[in-house]
């Protein structure tokens, strides 16, 4: 029996892995991921190019601010720890008319002007809009430009002055030590870590419809009857089970490999001179420095051990909804509500930080089906500890020796049963039949 256990799963896998789809869906993913992962070395083979080299072109109108407002312009773009931002200043004998006909697209017109009331005025022009970083530096090196004039005119001490400007000093306190979490961290959880589950949750999605698809195919064509002859109803949906979750394992493992050659493809491209940009280092120390990054060791793995079981949890209930159905319209149907309680999984972990110390979403950490996405994200929030992920994988597989003990009753009397009768009154028919 055990042969004809293991030559029902190798079929199964054959007609996963041995289509066209399969190929082609890999190239695609392997493409789009290492793409996206080193789309600057892209844009800037096509021309383009992530840094912000800028020149600021200056016509001082009699003002004698210039040499001030140079140096306030490098003192603030230093300010900012971004390489790759290049602000270079220079000032100029021509007019704004004659600069404005030739300006290019990578420069910036800054015509200074005194005024009796606010000491001085500025106009900025340029032929496209101006990025948000580098029209902030312009902006606060014209505020202090003009700052340290009205100071000279005024016969203001600058000590004084930075006293009454400076921002008030406040001593943050936070009572609950035990539950002090970076308040960074919502953001974070609100966008780095829905796109590290997203994966989970497309390849849940693959795996509910392809046990369910294959057993619907298998009744649809009769082939059910044949199949069913030679093997236990048992083995045949353990065969189904254990090839779904072999495929989308290794379909999961794909997806890292992909990634990881993105990654050394983007470190070798920085090791010859290319830098990555600054919004994507920005975003990896705001990771480093709240702590993301280590709470993902210790995270890792029970993570890993709760996206198997809910493989298994999921397909199980799935070839199981399926047995019950006569076509994949019905199975559609019946499908539905998995589809819904994966995706409310999904976003409840996104919205996680909406949640800071609710017992209801703790409960529904503890949920199957919701824990796998639930349980790691409050874990990373700071809300749950590591014994409350173990108590998560202990339910979740006393949940599937439930669903395997009771479910495999439905299965056997459902897997033949080719009536027209309703789904959901054929499925509480054969739960609550004797046969066995």
């Not at 936070?174 to 989970?200: C, W």
């Not at 089970?241 to 990634?259: D, K, P, R």
């Not at 309680?341 to 409840?348: H, V």
């Amino acid at each position: 029996m055990n042969r004809k256990f293991l030559y029902l799963t190798k079929v199964s896998l054959r007609k996963k892995f041995k289509t066209k789809w399969f190929v082609i869906t890999n190239i695609i993913l392997a493409v789009a991921i290492i793409l996206l992962l080193n789309i600057n070395s892209i844009v800037s083979f096509f021309g383009g190019d992530f840094d912000n080299k800028t020149s600021i072109i200056v016509v001082d109108n009699d003002t004698d601010s210039y040499t001030l407002f140079e140096k306030n312009i490098e003192s603030y773009a230093s300010s900012l720890n971004d390489e790759d931002m290049k602000i270079t200043v220079k000032k100029t004998d021509k007019t704004s008319k004659e600069l404005k006909d030739d300006l290019k697209d990578d420069e910036i017109l800054v015509e200074l002007t005194s005024d009796n009331t606010e000491y001085l005025k500025a106009k900025v022009t340029s032929n496209e809009k101006i990025d948000t970083l580098t029209y902030q530096v312009i902006s606060q090196s014209l505020n202090s430009t003009k700052t340290t004039i009205g100071m000279a005119i005024n016969n203001i001490d600058a000590t004084t002055l930075n006293n009454i400007s400076s921002p008030v000093t406040i001593d943050r306190v936070v009572l609950n030590e035990d539950n002090n979490v970076d308040e960074n961290m919502g953001l974070i959880m609100s966008s780095v870590f829905p796109t590290i589950i997203l994966p989970f949750f497309m390849l849940t999605m693959i795996l509910i419809q392809m046990v369910g698809g294959e057993i619907c195919e298998e009744k649809t064509t009769r082939s059910m009857e044949i199949i069913i002859s030679n093997v236990s109803p048992k083995q045949h949906l353990m065969s189904k089970i254990l090839a779904s979750n072999i495929f989308v394992i290794v379909q999961g493992l794909l997806l890292v490999v992909y990634t990881v050659i993105g990654l050394l493809i983007s470190t070798n491209m920085l090791s010859s001179g290319m830098s990555l940009p600054s919004e994507v280092t920005s975003i990896f120390d705001s990771l480093v420095s709240s702590g993301f990054i280590e709470k993902l060791i210790y995270v890792i793995p029970l993570t890993l051990i709760l996206i198997v079981l809910s493989f298994l949890a999921y397909s199980i209930v799935a070839g199981i909804l399926a047995s019950m159905t006569v076509n994949m319209e019905d199975f559609s149907q019946l499908q539905t509500p998995l589809v819904f309680i994966s995706l409310g999984g999904y976003y409840l972990a996104m919205m996680a930080g909406m949640f800071n110390g609710s017992l209801l979403i703790r409960i529904l950490s503890y949920v199957p089906f919701l824990s796998s996405f639930v349980s790691p994200s409050l874990y990373m929030m700071g809300e749950i500890g590591l014994i409350d992920i173990v108590i998560s994988i202990v339910i979740l597989v006393l949940f599937i020796y439930l669903i395997l003990h009771f479910g495999i009753k439905v299965y056997k009397v459902g897997i033949l049963n080719y009536s027209n009768e309703k789904v959901w009154s054929k499925f509480f028919k054969a739960f609550k039949s004797k046969d066995v």
